[in-house]
């Protein structure tokens, strides 16, 4: 097809020429309406649905703060922890823009964490949007991995115990274990080579990887259309105009309630920043303001409160937990053998690996399993579309008792979570256990308790009353 | 037409071999950027064995040299501290050093005194628990943070593990494990090369 210029009228604006101009050669008019524009989306959003635009914006601050902190920053062992405080102390501003990197990291987990627990709440996982929960679940391990890297740069004591306890968990693994260690450090304990490539993964490796994640999230999303907190799908009721009756155009309705979040994010957000950017030792550990020091462990380590309820899982893996797993790994081979309808090679080739995995916890030592049952809690949740078999998306028309699965299991993650952060004793052992196994119970038996119970009947319209 | 719909043979096994060959060189390039992540020539050249001389180190002293970043103590023992590893025996968690004995104690050191030469224990200081380095408390006798019959050894100030004067981990401690002794070997009688042996380097 010939190019056509598009012709306007000669006194027309000259922003409008000029967009015509553009619009001509690259698609911009298009792309903001099919991204936001005119995206339809349901109108009964809650304010759980405005995570999604804060958690773009957070990207947005650690990128620009990221970007001007590393004018500043050496990545060299010698003089890294010098040029943080330099930042610190003599940059002009440079505490107000680390502060606001290092504040936006533990915002950009709670707006994550929140953003998840919507999804969990309102089945915003299940079919079509399996890829837009796949491309999510990639994001968290970004950010996972862009939290870790980056946390040993400013090269304190936390930083640097903090990285030599995590790179030698990669030790447990049999056989390849202790040189997959030495080949992550680059040398035989965490050094400058460390330092170095820790750095390139978190300024270039990840954020690039992280950023193609986000735009794939977007566009799976604007292309399947948003759930809602009902759960109903509002293409399947189309107005004359051809988008859904239940539905309005992003701009500008969900634009000023975006603004909105923002505002309320920012306030809350410069609080901490200007206040509080410690947070009483969560934000910034209190042991990192010491140099590393290789001949000197500090006397507690604990992981940033982020990554404190995958952490507790690990701890939770004693040798003693190894034979409540393996009990458990049999029961489930069995579940799946007797209470499912999979053709019976499946059913066989379940219970054969639940069997080779029980002898397996018996030959390799329990050090090994926590490493797998921590890789295996994050990664579990990739499967969440194919395990919640539940006739309701929405939590609203489930089963009463349904709210307290989640309850029950919110609280288990929470309680993880603080466990992480303490010094292991017998009993809060036992109860990191309990949690572990209620918080792996909760996914693997998905299957079953989903679609058990007596569900309401899902309306084919949205609930949504103007104010 | 049916042409459309046929495949030339010779171009697809052309086309097959050319991505083939492409493929192997993207591996062999991948492998060059995977090999980049190992130790440098510095990193091994750091970590080489290192020699320590104890002609100069009196009985009862100890010396510390660092190999691989990390503190290593020789300990030139007297004739009671070396009767001393007799009677801690029965209070220790892993006497003959059978735990992960292929990591922590060399073949040659897996004995009662953990050493070649019961006079001389070479062993890295830091502790098997979280990696604190202990401190030296040879005198033997009460003293703080201590057992009454205590026979001199080794104290972790961090979580109160303690280790006797061949570096075994006493029982009921968060250590579980004893001080790991590196591979070792004595070029003469005085000359003690750390982090290789007749075997090889570690």
Redesign the interface.
């Given at each position: 097809m010939a190019f056509h210029e598009t012709k306007l009228p000669e006194d027309a604006p000259v922003a409008q020429k000029a967009l015509s101009w553009v619009d001509d050669r690259f698609p911009l008019t298009k792309l903001w309406n099919d991204q936001w524009g005119k995206y339809y989306a349901p109108k009964n959003f809650n304010v759980f649905y405005l995570f999604g635009s804060l958690a773009a914006l957070v990207l947005v601050i650690q990128i620009v703060t990221g970007i001007f902190l590393v004018m500043n920053y050496k990545p060299d062992a010698n003089l890294a922890f010098a040029s943080v405080e330099y930042i610190m102390r003599e940059v002009p501003w440079g505490w107000l823009v680390r502060y606001m990197h290092s504040t936006g990291a533990s915002a950009f987990f709670i707006i994550v964490y929140l953003h998840m627990t919507r999804a969990l709440l309102y089945g915003s996982y299940r079919k079509p949007r399996e890829l837009i929960w796949l491309f999510g679940v990639g994001i968290f391990l970004c950010l996972m991995a862009e939290a870790f890297f980056g946390y040993l740069l400013p090269w304190g004591q936390m930083s640097y115990?903090g990285a030599?306890v995590i790179v030698n968990l990669f030790g447990a693994i049999p056989f390849i274990g202790p040189d997959l260690s030495?080949?992550?450090?680059?040398?035989?304990?965490v050094?400058d080579?460390t330092l170095n490539?820790f750095f390139a993964f978190h300024v270039i490796a990840i954020p690039l990887v992280l950023l193609g994640l986000v735009v794939a999230h977007l566009i799976a999303l604007h292309e399947v259309g948003s759930n809602n907190p009902d759960g109903v799908e509002v293409k399947e009721n189309l107005g004359p105009d051809g988008h859904g009756v239940d539905t309005i155009p992003s701009h500008p309705y969900y634009t000023t309630k975006d603004i909105f979040g923002v505002a309320c994010f920012l306030f809350i957000f410069s609080a901490v920043v200007f206040y509080a950017p410690e947070f009483g030792g969560y934000f910034l550990e209190y042991n990192n303001f010491i140099p590393a020091d290789?001949?000197?462990?500090p006397?507690h380590?604990a992981p940033v409160w982020y990554f404190t309820p995958f952490y507790s899982i690990l701890r939770a893996t004693t040798s003693q937990f190894m034979y409540a797993l393996i009990i458990g790994v049999l029961a489930y081979g069995a579940l799946i053998m007797t209470k499912t309808q999979l053709p019976s090679r499946q059913k066989q080739a379940a219970m054969g690996i639940a069997v080779v995995t029980a002898i397996l916890m018996l030959v390799f030592d329990a050090k090994f399993w926590g490493v797998v049952l921590m890789g295996v809690s994050v990664l579990i949740i990739a499967l969440m579309p194919w395990i919640d078999h539940s006739p309701a998306k929405s939590i609203r028309y489930r089963p009463d008792w349904h709210k307290w699965v989640y309850i029950v299991f919110g609280i288990s993650f929470l309680i993880l979570g603080y466990l992480g952060v303490q010094a292991p004793t017998d009993g809060r052992t036992l109860v990191a256990q309990i949690c572990t196994i209620i918080y792996f119970g909760f996914f693997l038996l998905m299957p079953w308790w989903s679609k058990m119970g007596e569900f309401k009947p899902v309306p084919t319209r949205v609930s949504f009353k103007p104010h | 037409m049916s042409d459309e719909n046929q495949v030339d043979s010779g171009r697809r096994g052309l086309l097959v071999a050319t991505a083939a060959a492409g493929g192997v060189a993207g591996v062999a390039g991948a492998g060059a950027f995977v090999a980049t992540?190992?130790?440098?020539e510095r990193?091994k050249a750091?970590?080489a064995p290192v020699e320590v001389d104890v002609a100069d180190l009196k009985p009862g002293e100890m010396k510390t040299v660092e190999w691989?970043?990390?503190?290593v103590w020789v300990l030139r023992r007297t004739p009671e501290m070396v009767a001393s590893l007799k009677k801690t025996g029965s209070d220790l968690a892993d006497p003959k050093s059978e735990r992960n004995a292929d990591d922590l104690t060399p073949a040659y050191a897996r004995n009662e005194h953990r050493s070649i030469k019961p006079e001389f224990l070479v062993t890295v200081g830091i502790c098997s628990h979280?990696?604190?380095?202990p401190s030296p408390k040879l005198e033997a006798g009460a003293q703080p943070s201590l057992s009454t019959d205590w026979q001199g050894g080794f104290l972790c100030p961090?979580?109160g593990s303690t280790f006797d004067l061949a570096g075994r981990v006493f029982k009921n401690k968060p250590a579980p494990d004893n001080l790991q002794v590196p591979r070792h070997m004595f070029t003469s009688d005085t000359r003690i090369v750390i982090g290789k042996d007749e075997k090889g380097e570690a």
């Amino acid at each position: 097809m010939a190019f056509h210029e598009t012709k306007l009228p000669e006194d027309a604006p000259v922003a409008q020429k000029a967009l015509s101009w553009v619009d001509d050669r690259f698609p911009l008019t298009k792309l903001w309406n099919d991204q936001w524009g005119k995206y339809y989306a349901p109108k009964n959003f809650n304010v759980f649905y405005l995570f999604g635009s804060l958690a773009a914006l957070v990207l947005v601050i650690q990128i620009v703060t990221g970007i001007f902190l590393v004018m500043n920053y050496k990545p060299d062992a010698n003089l890294a922890f010098a040029s943080v405080e330099y930042i610190m102390r003599e940059v002009p501003w440079g505490w107000l823009v680390r502060y606001m990197h290092s504040t936006g990291a533990s915002a950009f987990f709670i707006i994550v964490y929140l953003h998840m627990t919507r999804a969990l709440l309102y089945g915003s996982y299940r079919k079509p949007r399996e890829l837009i929960w796949l491309f999510g679940v990639g994001i968290f391990l970004c950010l996972m991995a862009e939290a870790f890297f980056g946390y040993l740069l400013p090269w304190g004591q936390m930083s640097y115990w903090g990285a030599q306890v995590i790179v030698n968990l990669f030790g447990a693994i049999p056989f390849i274990g202790p040189d997959l260690s030495l080949w992550i450090r680059g040398d035989y304990v965490v050094s400058d080579a460390t330092l170095n490539r820790f750095f390139a993964f978190h300024v270039i490796a990840i954020p690039l990887v992280l950023l193609g994640l986000v735009v794939a999230h977007l566009i799976a999303l604007h292309e399947v259309g948003s759930n809602n907190p009902d759960g109903v799908e509002v293409k399947e009721n189309l107005g004359p105009d051809g988008h859904g009756v239940d539905t309005i155009p992003s701009h500008p309705y969900y634009t000023t309630k975006d603004i909105f979040g923002v505002a309320c994010f920012l306030f809350i957000f410069s609080a901490v920043v200007f206040y509080a950017p410690e947070f009483g030792g969560y934000f910034l550990e209190y042991n990192n303001f010491i140099p590393a020091d290789p001949l000197k462990t500090p006397a507690h380590i604990a992981p940033v409160w982020y990554f404190t309820p995958f952490y507790s899982i690990l701890r939770a893996t004693t040798s003693q937990f190894m034979y409540a797993l393996i009990i458990g790994v049999l029961a489930y081979g069995a579940l799946i053998m007797t209470k499912t309808q999979l053709p019976s090679r499946q059913k066989q080739a379940a219970m054969g690996i639940a069997v080779v995995t029980a002898i397996l916890m018996l030959v390799f030592d329990a050090k090994f399993w926590g490493v797998v049952l921590m890789g295996v809690s994050v990664l579990i949740i990739a499967l969440m579309p194919w395990i919640d078999h539940s006739p309701a998306k929405s939590i609203r028309y489930r089963p009463d008792w349904h709210k307290w699965v989640y309850i029950v299991f919110g609280i288990s993650f929470l309680i993880l979570g603080y466990l992480g952060v303490q010094a292991p004793t017998d009993g809060r052992t036992l109860v990191a256990q309990i949690c572990t196994i209620i918080y792996f119970g909760f996914f693997l038996l998905m299957p079953w308790w989903s679609k058990m119970g007596e569900f309401k009947p899902v309306p084919t319209r949205v609930s949504f009353k103007p104010h | 037409m049916s042409d459309e719909n046929q495949v030339d043979s010779g171009r697809r096994g052309l086309l097959v071999a050319t991505a083939a060959a492409g493929g192997v060189a993207g591996v062999a390039g991948a492998g060059a950027f995977v090999a980049t992540f190992e130790p440098s020539e510095r990193a091994k050249a750091a970590g080489a064995p290192v020699e320590v001389d104890v002609a100069d180190l009196k009985p009862g002293e100890m010396k510390t040299v660092e190999w691989r970043g990390k503190p290593v103590w020789v300990l030139r023992r007297t004739p009671e501290m070396v009767a001393s590893l007799k009677k801690t025996g029965s209070d220790l968690a892993d006497p003959k050093s059978e735990r992960n004995a292929d990591d922590l104690t060399p073949a040659y050191a897996r004995n009662e005194h953990r050493s070649i030469k019961p006079e001389f224990l070479v062993t890295v200081g830091i502790c098997s628990h979280l990696g604190c380095s202990p401190s030296p408390k040879l005198e033997a006798g009460a003293q703080p943070s201590l057992s009454t019959d205590w026979q001199g050894g080794f104290l972790c100030p961090c979580h109160g593990s303690t280790f006797d004067l061949a570096g075994r981990v006493f029982k009921n401690k968060p250590a579980p494990d004893n001080l790991q002794v590196p591979r070792h070997m004595f070029t003469s009688d005085t000359r003690i090369v750390i982090g290789k042996d007749e075997k090889g380097e570690a």
